[in-house]
């Protein structure tokens, strides 16, 4: 073999070489920074780059939302009561080039700034505020360490504080007062539901007793108005008896001139007694 068929293949090579060193592939998730010869060029998308080569190389910056855990620890609260508490972080970077050359170890700066707030931000409430009040927790740490992390290009999404753990006597107190509040609350509803039910019943007597009473009434009208419609006559009759029966009595004779409302009243027309 000569010597130019030799370079020529030693040109072919550095060629192809220089070819797959040329081209970089940057994944969908990922934005690509182009450096040259250790200094920052431009920013690049996913798909298939092509770089200068031996000259450019190119950093994949990952830009998916990732969490961070922040470990528990131990915090006072306002009113002097050691709680254990922890949390996850949400992020995602806004700006490859800040996130890659301003912060050498993102997770370890963000986790000591997590675990410094939350020790400020539990610190200013009582025990009781901090079981109750989780969402402005979260909401307060977020804001605090999306600003602090704004300079690295990073945006917290959301903190989410895991768990509140006060110590075990009080753990154990607070049980029993819950305990204590669901009972009393099971012994408020029986109790008004025994109220209701007595107050539903005293109504429906009342009720029947009113419709009793109207039922009687309804019968007494009845029977009054039969009284008045057969007994009336009856009585009457009876009454002029009575009347005829005295005025006849030991045969007296009274003479009562022809025409006399008395013969009206009395009756007495037809009957054989009046002596025209």
């Known amino acids: 073999m000569g010597f130019v068929p030799v370079?020529?293949?030693?040109i072919f090579f550095l060629a192809l070489t220089a070819l797959v060193?040329?081209?970089?592939?940057?994944?969908q998730y990922e934005k690509g920074l182009v450096m040259r010869f250790g200094k920052y060029q431009r920013t690049?998308?996913?798909?298939i780059n092509i770089l200068v080569p031996f000259v450019e190389s190119i950093l994949a910056v990952d830009m998916?939302?990732?969490v961070l855990n922040v470990d528990p620890q131990d915090v006072?609260?306002?009113?002097n009561v050691a709680v254990i508490v922890d949390a996850v972080v949400y992020y995602k970077v806004i700006d490859p080039v800040k996130a890659e050359f301003e912060i050498q170890n993102f997770a370890y700066a963000a986790t000591t700034l997590a675990q410094t707030n939350m020790r400020n931000i539990v610190g200013e409430l009582a025990l009781d505020e901090t079981l109750i009040?989780?969402?402005i927790i979260n909401n307060n740490l977020r804001s605090v360490l999306d600003e602090a992390t704004n300079p690295w290009g990073v945006k917290i999404t959301r903190v989410e504080v895991q768990k509140i753990q006060p110590p075990k006597d009080i753990e154990d107190a607070m049980s029993k007062q819950m305990k204590a509040e669901r009972e009393k609350r099971a012994e408020i509803l029986t109790a008004e539901g025994y109220k209701t039910s007595q107050i539903l019943r005293a109504e429906g007597d009342k009720e029947s007793a009113i419709l009793k009473s109207e039922g009687q009434a309804q019968a007494v009208e009845r029977v009054a108005e039969a009284a008045e419609k057969f007994l009336t006559p009856r009585a009457l009759e009876l009454r002029k008896i009575e009347m005829l029966e005295k005025t006849l009595q030991n045969n007296t004779k009274y003479i009562i001139p022809s025409?006399?409302?008395?013969?009206?009243?009395l009756d007495l027309e037809g009957t054989g007694i009046i002596n025209k």
Request: net charge positive; aromatic share 0%; proline share 0%.
């Open 133 to 135: 009040s989780r969402d």
């Open 76 to 79: 006072i609260t306002k009113d």
């Open 64 to 66: 998916r939302e990732r």
């Open 7 to 10: 370079i020529l293949i030693i």
């Open 44 to 47: 690049v998308g996913s798909g």
């Open 21 to 27: 060193r040329s081209v970089r592939i940057v994944n």
């Open 259 to 265: 025409g006399s409302n008395l013969i009206n009243i």
